[in-house]
């Protein structure tokens, strides 16, 4: 097994390391999930892994969990490899959707969670603070599909992990709870406890995470900070603006050098190129001049979900 | 609200570790049991079908056994409760547990394998000691008057009936999916109550049934109970034997085919 003793050396080498993937395989059949994935993630920071539905995102999850073997590569989890016993007390587990028993009451649940763990967090007060405490009785598959996410999301970091996997955990949340499950993944990251989180919303990803990984037909099609993701390279703008339908853009272009302008649908506009205060106001300028007022005016920089879609495409899957 | 207010700074620092074996043993087991008590559907095959079937078999001169009826109906009803927990509500939970990711969940804790095998063994094991109390408080409200002297040999047949039907739930429950399981779980239960020596003697079984019969689970223990505590004679090796083989077989199947999810 030269592979293992090049790796073990490998991660030996890095203890800052909490995860440490290379060249992860696994198929079903003739379907091939994870296409030779590497990943790595520095002790106490936010991973965020992107892709679009199919992508390998669980699959890969579940490896590092321990849940599904790989067919080739190494996975180090912490050190070890995923199926350790030793490992377990360190790691908490939110798995995207179940996790309980039908008929047991959030409390129960979380308790008996909390009992596998030497020293857990106060149950009562996690319930309180993830707002559970009025479902305390209730049984789970009577809870909302929000609170069940947040009691998963509990039996996750209830035995104080030093590494958390949450797979989609504000997946069907309504707003407020997922500003608690940011700011609880924010707390986490403070306290020192690594996340690796995977998520179909970007701006998670851009507000909590300190690496993004996109994952597209399992591999890794980018990979960096949020910032390096969005920054573009030819420095491109947008600027948006709503008005009457029909504009002579042309003529507009004529005062904007270095600029494209296009009206996707009537009455929107986009123009593209070097957008700073005084393209702003010579776009409002000309539209005065014309007696139409630019609604809805706004500048956007290239989001991760431009980056996104530009890497993986817009087609549905 | 703010992070700052909602979590205090340290409030999660890590520190990892496996709790007592003791008390994750008593919260798994005492979890599993309040869950067995508290559904409907499960106290109706281990204690209501099994009441109304001591009752109405004791009063109503349905099926020809000996006299005094209770005595012969309580040693089969026993036998059918012991295969109501340990078999069919064991193999359905599981099946659901499985496909509700409780198994994943717990497997994800520090709780280790044997012992979440240990707490459904021993919450089943409460639920058994709930069944013998209640039947044999009402078999003895109706008259029952077991043989004693059979007390030896009733308890390890108990005991045996349950591991082989425990191990039979588990097979089941642990690698199909779940509404299979409960469609199996509950056919079996009740082929085996009518036609696998539990409700009906196997004196009263056509010859070819009855040899089968006495090398079922359900023939054994309800024959080998019926020999200890009605007649009480020895059941010979016979029925040990027979709850044995279905204990060890369906078990080591049971250890490579057992799924988490």
């Known amino acids: ?317 | 609200m703010s992070a700052e207010t909602r979590f205090a700074p340290g409030t999660f620092t890590p520190a990892p570790g496996r709790g007592r074996l003791g008390r994750m043993l008593a919260v798994q087991t005492a979890t599993e049991t309040k869950l067995a008590l508290r559904n409907g559907e499960q106290l109706l095959l281990t204690l209501i079908i099994p009441l109304a079937l001591l009752v109405g078999l004791t009063e109503l001169p349905i099926i020809d056994i000996g006299t005094p009826r209770v005595d012969w109906v309580a040693p089969r009803v026993l036998a059918l409760a012991i295969m109501s927990t340990a078999f069919t509500s064991q193999a359905i939970s599981l099946g659901f547990d499985r496909r509700y990711g409780v198994l994943k969940r717990l497997a994800a804790t520090a709780l280790p394998r044997w012992l979440l095998v240990a707490g459904r063994v021993l919450s089943a094991c409460c639920i058994v000691v709930v069944q013998l109390v209640v039947l044999s408080a009402v078999a003895a409200l109706l008259g029952w008057s077991p043989h004693l002297s059979g007390l030896g040999e009733a308890v390890p047949l108990l005991v045996l009936g349950a591991l082989a039907f425990g191990a039979l739930g588990v097979l089941l429950g642990g690698s199909v999916r779940a509404e299979i399981t409960l469609a199996v779980a509950n056919a079996v239960w009740f082929v085996l109550l009518l036609a696998g020596g539990i409700a009906v003697p196997e004196s009263s079984l056509p010859a070819g049934l009855a040899t089968v019969v006495d090398l079922l689970p359900s023939g054994a223990l309800a024959g080998g109970l019926t020999d200890a505590l009605a007649r009480g004679t020895s059941p010979g090796a016979g029925p040990y034997l027979v709850l044995l083989a279905w204990t060890v077989v369906p078990g080591l199947i049971a250890t490579r085919t057992t799924r988490l999810t």
């Open chain 1, 1 to 317: 097994m030269s592979l293992d003793a090049t790796t073990s050396n490998r991660s030996a080498a890095d203890p800052d390391q909490v995860l440490a993937v290379h060249g992860l395989v696994k198929r079903f059949g003739a379907v091939t999930a994870v296409d030779g994935l590497d990943l790595a993630q520095r002790r106490g920071t936010v991973l965020a892994v992107l892709g679009p539905n199919g992508a390998g995102k669980t699959t890969t999850i579940e490896i590092c969990e321990g849940f599904q073997r790989p067919d080739a590569g190494d996975v180090r989890v912490l050190g070890h490899r995923p199926d350790a016993r030793e490992l377990r007390p360190r790691i908490g587990v939110m798995p995207q959707g179940g996790g309980a028993y039908p008929g047991v009451r959030a409390g129960e649940m979380l308790r008996l969670v909390a009992s596998c763990a030497r020293q857990p967090l106060d149950v009562d007060w996690l319930l309180g603070v993830l707002g559970l405490t009025d479902a305390l009785r209730t049984p789970y598959k009577r809870l909302s599909g929000g609170q069940q996410q947040r009691l998963s999301l509990a039996c996750a970091v209830v035995g104080r992990p030093e590494l958390v996997f949450l797979d989609e955990p504000t997946a069907g949340l309504d707003p407020q709870a997922r500003r608690l499950v940011w700011d609880l993944v924010r707390a986490l990251r403070t306290d020192g406890v690594s996340v690796l989180l995977t998520t179909h919303l970007m701006d998670e990803a851009e507000s909590l995470a300190d690496d993004v990984v996109i994952l597209d037909h399992g591999r890794v099609v980018a990979t960096g900070t949020p910032a390096e993701l969005t920054a573009d390279a030819t420095d491109e703008q947008r600027l948006g603006f709503r008005a009457s339908p029909g504009l002579p853009l042309a003529d507009l272009l004529t005062r904007l050098p270095g600029c494209t302008a296009e009206e996707p649908d009537p009455g929107r506009y986009v123009i593209r190129g070097p957008i700073g205060p005084r393209e702003v106001s010579t776009v409002t300028a000309w539209c005065a001049e014309r007696g139409v007022l630019a609604e809805e005016l706004k500048v956007v920089r290239r989001s991760l979900e431009d980056v996104f879609l530009d890497l993986t495409g817009r087609e549905l899957r």
